[in-house]
């Protein structure tokens, strides 16, 4: 079992950044694959990013490849999502989520998820 609890939202600019943080208690998160799904008004939850046990492999949706990085701290438990050039339709609620089964950096299926945070807002203004 993992307790996973994000912060770093916010609202900014359109062309700014912000970093998103997830802090994990209860494991250490080399036992994980970790993924960022993001869930805008009205839409359904979308895969972001996902990362491998180890940190070495990175996966990422087209709508955020080159402007997100998602990295991972397994001594500190804590997974991050920078964001950069951040676009009004990058506005929605952002999950962590830590994966127990998957192999390499992940699914891009939020149901391989075991487990997950609550969500950090994160709004874009144009």
């Known amino acids: 079992q993992v307790q996973l609890v994000e912060s770093g939202g916010g609202l900014v600019q359109a062309g700014g950044s912000l970093r998103l943080s997830c802090a994990a208690s209860?494991?250490?998160?080399?036992?994980?694959?970790m993924g960022w799904f993001r869930q805008a008004p009205g839409k359904e939850r979308e895969f972001v990013a996902s990362i491998s046990r180890g940190g070495s492999s990175t996966y990422y949706a087209d709508s955020v490849k080159g402007r997100f990085t998602i990295s991972k701290d397994n001594a500190k438990i804590t997974v991050y999502l920078q964001m950069n050039s951040l676009k009004p339709e990058d506005t929605a609620v952002y999950y962590c989520a830590a994966d127990r089964t998957s192999m390499g950096y992940g699914s891009v299926m939020e149901h391989e998820y075991d487990f997950w945070g609550q969500g950090t807002q994160v709004t874009v203004s144009s």
């Open positions: 209860g494991r250490t998160l080399s036992y994980y694959v």
